[in-house]
């Protein structure tokens, strides 16, 4: 079993990464294997309604998101940290 792990916090080493770093250790302890992606700091467009990823399975506009959406297809599971802000979740790492 594969876990995806994202996190969409901007900074890399904060709160956030600390929280999944914790669990990471829990599904590794138990024989599942994960992998950490750092999506809060890049630049990911949203989606445009274009219908271009119909027939592709990607995305036209070609960022993190075809990165995260390949790696989504090989795993069983995914977890995704964000810090909260203002009382919402960081909007820009959370655009997938």
Sequence with gaps: M????????????GCTARALEEVVKVLNAEGIETELMQLGAQDIRGCLAC??????????????????????????????????????PNGSGLLL
């Design 2 to 13: 594969k876990v995806l792990v994202i996190n969409g916090s901007p900074r890399a080493k």
């Design 51 to 88: 219908g271009g990823c119909r027939g592709t399975h990607r995305c036209v506009i070609d960022d993190a998101v075809n990165k995260a959406a390949d790696k989504l297809r090989e795993c069983d599971g995914l977890l995704v940290g964000s810090p909260v802000y203002y009382a919402s």
